[in-house]
């Protein structure tokens, strides 16, 4: 009987400790190519960060913003994000310039480590001047992301991303064209 209460707990322990590596790493995503993030995103802001504060449950960045690039007609004074980084929290430097792609909440603009939310320096020049029109009219394009090969594609309102010795995620936008999507 004491065999089989130990051999109990053991299992009971092992499946426990798998459970928390689950939780641990809750927040699990591959960054997206910036055309995705702007098409996914409800609102798209350049701002520079110029506060924060600790709120209930989540980090308030407050903002000033520079330019609207998505959303509806409103001027986002804050940004919202989870405490951690576990959480997909976003950690922000103060006086930096970002942009930001997120979601709409009761009025509140949210962030997290799964959206496009880099330093306004390190977009490169194609990426700036795609986000005020190029991004827009590719959002009727999928992109699908290969991580290893082959990466069969099969259908033609898509575009490749490999993120390894391309460009395509820092210079190129995939927009329909003729029936078909393509880089360009």
Same mark, same amino acid.
């Given at each position: 009987?004491?065999?089989?209460?130990?051999?109990?707990? $053991?299992?009971?322990?092992? @499946?426990?400790?798998?459970?928390?590596?689950?939780?641990?790493?809750?927040?699990?995503?591959?960054?997206?190519?910036?055309? !995705?993030?702007?098409?996914?995103?409800?609102?798209?802001?350049?701002?520079?960060?110029?506060?924060?504060?600790?709120?209930?449950?989540?980090?308030?960045?407050?903002?000033?913003?520079?330019?609207?690039?998505?959303?509806?007609?409103?001027?986002?004074h804050?940004?919202?994000?989870?405490?951690?980084?576990a959480a997909?929290?976003?950690?922000l430097?103060?006086?930096?310039?970002? @942009?930001?792609?997120?979601?709409l909440?009761?009025?509140?603009?949210?962030?997290?480590? =799964? #959206?496009?939310? @880099?330093?306004?320096?390190?977009?490169?020049?194609?990426?700036k001047?795609?986000?005020t029109?190029?991004?827009?009219? #590719?959002?009727?394009?999928?992109?699908?992301h290969?991580?290893?090969?082959?990466?069969? $594609?099969?259908t033609t309102?898509?575009?490749?991303?490999?993120?390894? #010795?391309?460009?395509?995620?820092?210079?190129?936008?995939? $927009? !329909?064209?003729? #029936?078909? =999507?393509?880089?360009?």
């Amino acid at each position: 009987m004491t065999r089989y209460v130990s051999s109990c707990f $053991i299992t009971l322990f092992v @499946l426990f400790l798998w459970r928390v590596e689950d939780i641990a790493d809750a927040c699990k995503c591959s960054p997206p190519h910036p055309q !995705k993030a702007f098409c996914d995103a409800e609102i798209v802001i350049r701002a520079k960060v110029v506060g924060k504060k600790t709120v209930s449950n989540a980090i308030k960045y407050n903002i000033q913003q520079i330019k609207m690039f998505k959303c509806p007609d409103q001027v986002i004074h804050a940004v919202f994000t989870a405490p951690s980084p576990a959480a997909c929290g976003v950690t922000l430097d103060l006086n930096k310039e970002y @942009l930001f792609t997120g979601k709409l909440e009761t009025g509140r603009m949210y962030i997290t480590l =799964c #959206g496009y939310n @880099l330093p306004w320096e390190d977009l490169s020049a194609a990426q700036k001047k795609s986000l005020t029109r190029r991004y827009q009219s #590719g959002c009727d394009c999928k992109i699908i992301h290969c991580t290893s090969l082959p990466c069969p $594609i099969s259908t033609t309102d898509a575009c490749l991303w490999m993120d390894w #010795g391309t460009n395509n995620g820092r210079n190129l936008a995939c $927009i !329909k064209s003729n #029936g078909s =999507c393509a880089w360009q």
